[in-house]
């Protein structure tokens, strides 16, 4: 993994480590239901145990995503969410917080903008890097060049269906941490976790990855003190945006505050 720049969603999982538990990642939605909200939000986030903060650009064909985040970036998009508000968005929030700060984006509205211009302005807001679902590194030499420019951590995504070449060549390319994708398909607040998930971690770790964080299906405290025996990372999403759906601001700070309860490796 690429330690020629100073990672500060490295650092922050590092600190989660230093203090004996694995790193409590939150996702929201930019824009949802509005700007200053997300910021807010985000901010409570980071007041109850979050280290991370992942916010994503909503985006008109969301592949990945399930119906609550889909329901909430199409919201967002209709409330007039556009691609510059991003850079508000994380400003807002890393003037008021230390938490690392990363941007969850398909590739399309980055290179819309310009890639080496979304790298700076990214920069510049304090924003930690990008988290790219749809970009596999043999396709981001662009990025590469301008995360390296300017400092910025970039994460893949890594599968069950990931081959231990591409395993490698992920881990490589990656800076910050590597996201293991726990399981096929879409996200979504889950039952159960996916077995799969810790095969993932073992292989990336394998393949040379300090930091392996899980996404996709955690939903409880008791998922993330599962998933916290082996990752180095939780990553929250779809239970999160909920809260914020039917319960607002003091909602999302509630379940952030249960959710890290179960970050401990005891």
């Known amino acids: 993994m690429n330690t020629q720049t100073t990672s500060k969603a490295a650092a922050a999982i590092d600190g989660a480590r230093d203090a004996g538990r694995a790193a409590l990642i939150g996702y929201l939605p930019a824009g949802f239901p509005d700007v200053q909200t997300t910021i807010d939000a985000a901010v409570a986030m980071s007041r109850n145990g979050v280290d991370l903060i992942e916010i994503g650009i909503p985006y008109s064909d969301p592949v990945m995503d399930g119906q609550v985040i889909q329901d909430a970036t199409v919201q967002a998009l209709h409330n007039g969410f556009t691609v510059e508000k991003i850079f508000?968005?994380?400003?807002?929030?890393?003037?008021?917080?230390?938490?690392a700060v990363l941007v969850m984006t398909y590739w399309n509205p980055v290179m819309q903008l310009g890639v080496r211009e979304f790298a700076r302005r990214l920069h510049e807001a304090g924003g930690a890097g990008l988290i790219t679902p749809d970009l596999?590194?043999?396709?981001?030499?662009?990025?590469?060049?301008?995360?390296?420019?300017?400092?910025?951590?970039?994460?893949?995504?890594?599968a069950p269906s990931t081959s231990p070449e591409r395993m490698e060549r992920t881990v490589n390319a990656s800076r910050g941490f590597v996201y293991a994708v726990s399981i096929m398909g879409i996200t979504g607040a889950r039952t159960a976790v996916s077995s799969a998930a810790r095969a993932v971690v073992d292989a990336a770790h394998g393949a040379g990855a300090d930091r392996a964080c899980v996404g996709l299906g955690v939903s409880t405290a008791a998922q993330v003190k599962e998933i916290a025996a082996y990752a180095d990372g939780v990553i929250v999403g779809t239970a999160l945006v909920a809260a914020l759906r039917d319960g607002g601001i003091p909602a999302v700070a509630a379940l952030t505050k249960d959710l890290s309860s179960g970050t401990g490796k005891s």
């Open 88 to 99: 508000d968005i994380v400003a807002g929030i890393t003037a008021q917080t230390d938490a």
């Open 136 to 158: 596999i590194p043999d396709e981001a030499s662009e990025w590469l060049a301008a995360s390296d420019e300017f400092g910025l951590d970039r994460v893949f995504l890594v």
